[in-house]
């Protein structure tokens, strides 16, 4: 199973909005309204901040939202603050046993 | 709350083995499956191993079958990773973390690193 394709990075001022491709086949993402997204500031406890396509966590921080159109979900950050700084991964339903993770993203404040 | 402590790792030669443990506290145990994800220094997650909520399913990654086999033992709430025949390829920050519909993880533990070298 091929790992899903994110933009290696991205970035963008505090206040401004941000959004995350997660690129699959109709195997996985497009197959299923099954993604989800994960946070991790490196040397901590990875962070589940999106499941099926839009869904969030509870405590989660209602800047983040999630979409998917085709083989593409996407994960937006409205109002980015400086803390939103870290590496974010999907991961997606893939009908097949194996779990299979996005690239990995890292998002940037400048 | 949800918590999981992995440990078990350390620094190890090439070729030797490796018992690594979860254990779990603040939930059901026996009533998720579980996965093992690595990370390795400058890379990202990669995912490698699950086991069913009764242990009767486990599926692995292709780069880890055949070396690293998953079990757990709900009497004792433990989730553990058998690694064999280690290599520097496997240095990494093994996480253990909770299953959630078929496809993703809900909880994370904090890692415990695996150091392969000579």
């Known amino acids: 199973q091929a790992a899903l394709t994110q933009p290696a990075s991205v970035s963008g001022s505090p206040g401004e909005s941000i959004t995350i491709s997660c690129t699959g086949t109709s195997s996985d993402v497009g197959g299923y309204n099954y993604v989800a997204w994960f946070q991790h500031h490196p040397g901590k406890v990875p962070k589940l901040m999106i499941y099926d396509v839009s869904n969030r966590p509870s405590g989660v921080s209602n800047r983040f939202s999630g979409s998917k159109s085709g083989n593409t979900a996407s994960l937006t950050i409205s109002g980015l603050q400086t803390e939103d700084e870290a590496d974010y991964y999907c991961?997606?339903?893939?009908?097949?046993?194996?779990?299979?993770f996005g690239t990995g993203t890292k998002v940037t404040v400048l | 709350q949800v918590q999981l402590v992995e440990s078990g790792g350390g620094v190890v030669q090439p070729g030797r083995s490796l018992r690594l443990s979860c254990a779990a506290s603040g939930f059901t145990f026996s009533n998720f499956g579980m996965n093992w994800v690595r990370q390795a220094p400058g890379k990202g997650l990669e995912w490698v191993a699950f086991?069913?909520?009764?242990?009767?399913?486990?599926l692995y990654a292709d780069s880890v079958k055949g070396r690293f086999s998953i079990s757990r033992d709900n009497s004792k709430n433990t989730l553990s990773l058998e690694v064999i025949g280690l290599s520097p390829e496997d240095t990494a920050l093994f996480y253990c973390?909770?299953?959630?519909?078929?496809?993703?993880?809900?909880?994370w533990g904090q890692g415990t690193l695996v150091t392969v070298s000579s």
């Open positions: 086991i069913s909520h009764d242990g009767n399913r486990k």
């Open positions: 973390g909770r299953d959630r519909g078929a496809y993703y993880i809900d909880y």
């Open positions: 991961t997606s339903f893939t009908g097949s046993p194996a779990r299979v």
